[in-house]
């Protein structure tokens, strides 16, 4: 099937540095998402970006975190500064159209220190 | 509360047995997927459904949106279908996110 491709798969830093995640999406598809896992518990929407905008944000998308995809290459969701709690898996997601089919990539495991 | 509820939280079957995963839905959703995370973590697309039944391989799934539920049914399990399968939905209230539900942790054993 497509495939949503993320950079790092892990990646440590230290509390208050700042981290950006790359996610490549299927080459065709318009619709971009980043999603939160802690801990193999459940998946928590962030944010979701079409046209170059965010179209909408979760509670869980704080004021240190950003998205953009500049110029078609990687869609990035940045955190700038850091916090403990933000350690989690986060995933990439991709689709075609609204509310179609959700394609994920295999997650960036993030750890702060 | 939740709006998608999974159920049961764990499973576990021997090798060539089957069984049925469910996902109750709270509000009106327009389409469900099904998931499958395997052991390193990744998300397996597993299926897409607005109405209706699709099957493939040893799966099949369904889903009702009427009465607001969705079921995966999996037959002659094998050892690789162990992880943990998520059922999610976007909802109708003009959003454009997944709603997950907490998961089924399945485990086949020989």
Redesign the interface.
Known sequence: ?PKVLQIPSHQIIDMGQMVTLNCDPVSNHL?F?W?KQIL??????LV?FYNGKV??K?KLFKDQFSVERPDGSYFTLKIQPTALEDSA?Y?C?SSLD??A????G??T?LTVL | GDQVEQSPSALSLHEGTGSALRCNFTTTMRAVQWFQQNSRGSLINLFYLASGTKENGRLKSTFNSKESYSTLHIRDAQLEDSGTYFCAAPNTEGADRLTFGKGTQLIIQP
């Open positions: 099937g619709y998402y999603y193999g518990q459940q998946m928590e929407f979701n179209m909408e979760s898996v995933f997601a609204f509310y089919e959700q394609f994920f295999p997650g495991r």
